[in-house]
């Protein structure tokens, strides 16, 4: 999921995050591996990156809701990395 979203990032937004960014946000993964990661995801997607304008709005915009409810990044911490509030 964490590389769909920073390729998708990268490729639709002209201020895209960068993987160090990435690092900071999910420090429970390291540059390496989050670089190792992205390389992996595109190897098996073929580096066939395209996803349409309209996709990509709508999941941009549910995951930004999510994030704007109080305790949501808590609690995916807490379920991904045993991390948080």
């Not at 993964?29 to 709005?57: G, M, Q, T, V």
């Amino acid at each position: 999921f964490m590389c769909g979203l920073l390729l998708a990032s990268k490729v639709w937004q002209d201020l895209s995050s960068w993987n160090i960014e990435f690092a900071s946000v999910y420090p429970q993964f390291s540059l390496d591996a989050i670089n190792r990661l992205e390389l992996a995801f595109l190897k098996f997607i073929k580096w066939d990156l395209y996803i349409s304008s309209s996709l990509y709005a709508k999941y941009y915009f549910a995951l930004r809701s999510l994030l704007e409810k109080s305790g949501f990044r808590d609690r995916y911490n807490q379920m991904v990395g045993g991390i948080g509030g």
